[in-house]
């Protein structure tokens, strides 16, 4: 202890022997059967490695944090962060390479599927300098991988996205939507602002975000079947990817929830003209205005759904939030309808006094209902 003149004592921290050289993140919704054996995993696979691993839980309801929390206790290698009122894959690993230490971070899933026994190669190709990112893949050079555990539809789909993503990329990186990587930590520090937190391709958007093209290295591994719990991708990811695909093309100019919103809301255009065609007979005025509730409600299901899907709403929040919604919607609802009238009177196409009617909203729709409703 040293004491300054005329200050307080004041506790030094002895040096440690062996500096952190590694932070595993691993992001949890529903995961508590597999912590134990993915942390036997992880013991195995790193030995002589200083580690740490840090499980960043969305409250799952199965207990995960708790989980951790108990192991954490006796092991000082464990972290847990339990994040409430937050859901995504890709916020809870921003989080928790904000929250490490090590000058190396590794994403790996909780789930299993991923081969732990690479970390130690990951990790001596980033000592070594020989890469800025270092990818799991599952399609480089593994007979069978990927299909051995997707199935042939999630096959097709991913591989249909990673060539998207090397589009935008303009890089030969055969696994740009992995979910199993290790990169230096100032990667996710220097671009976290500007990353999305929903989600589940974070890999692709810390590479799109970079001023520079980092260095890639990529390894081969079998994609395994899950030990336990459920799947958490589903047909909403898909619409997720492709906001992001177009916001990394704008070069972020347009973030990612709004070009879901729009994509959602042209959907509603479809609604709303199916709708207002099949009642007609009632007067064009009568039918766009149910026409229009109709469209606010197929949005307002399909925007919990999908766009805020990180916050979306359940039970009665969910009614409440519907009333929210409707009440923002119909602000604008007189000029949609008013609009469309106008047009519809001046000219033959009843579909193009529709879809004039709907775009009158769409700016106003999006910003009052993000801030009031979700």
């Not at 993140?25 to 840090?54: C, D, S």
């Not at 479809?270 to 949005?299: C, D, K, P, W, Y």
Request: charged content about 20%.
């Amino acid at each position: 202890m040293t004491a300054p003149s005329g200050g307080p004592l004041r506790h030094q921290a002895a040096p440690a022997a062996h500096p952190l050289e590694l932070g595993v993140i691993v992001p949890t919704f529903k995961e508590a059967p597999n912590v134990r054996p993915l942390l036997a995993k992880l013991e195995a696979a790193l030995q002589g490695v200083v580690w740490q691993v840090i499980f960043v839980d969305d409250d799952s309801p199965d207990g995960t944090a708790a989980t951790v929390k108990e192991i954490a206790a006796v092991d000082p290698r464990v972290m847990c962060l339990h994040r409430i009122g937050r859901r995504g894959l890709a916020g809870a690993v921003i989080e928790g390479a904000m929250a490490s230490a090590a000058p190396f971070v590794a994403v790996i899933d909780g789930d299993l599927q991923h081969d732990e026994t690479l970390l130690p190669q990951m990790l001596k190709a980033l000592q070594e300098d020989r890469a800025d990112v270092v990818v799991g893949s599952r399609y480089l050079g593994v007979a069978g991988a990927g299909a051995s555990a997707l199935g042939a539809r999630r096959e097709a789909g991913s591989r249909l996205a990673n060539w998207l993503g090397r589009r935008v990329l303009r890089a030969e990186v055969t696994d740009p939507m992995s979910g199993f990587f290790m990169l230096r930590r100032e990667m996710i520090q220097a671009v976290a602002p500007a990353l999305t937190t929903s989600g589940f391709k974070v890999l692709f958007d810390i590479l799109a975000s970079q001023k520079t093209p980092p260095r890639y290295l990529e390894l081969p591994y079998e994609f395994r079947a899950r030990h336990a719990g459920d799947s958490k991708l589903d047909n909403g990811v898909v619409v997720q990817y492709l906001g992001l695909l177009v916001a990394k093309l704008t070069r972020d100019l347009i973030s990612p929830r709004f070009i879901m919103f729009a994509m959602v809301g042209a959907s509603g255009v479809g609604v709303h003209l199916l709708i207002l065609r099949s009642l007609l007979h009632l007067g064009f005025a009568e039918a766009q205005l149910v026409a229009a509730l109709g469209a606010m409600t197929s949005n307002y299901l399909i925007n919990n759904a999908v766009t805020y899907r990180d916050r979306r709403k359940r039970g009665a929040a969910l009614l409440v939030g519907y009333f929210k919604f409707v009440v923002l919607c119909s602000v604008p609802l007189a000029a949609n309808v008013a609009v469309a009238t106008m047009v519809y009177e001046r000219g033959p196409s009843w579909w193009v006094a529709g879809v004039a009617g709907a775009v009158v909203a769409a700016v106003w729709n999006y910003v009052t209902t993000s801030r009031a409703v979700w």
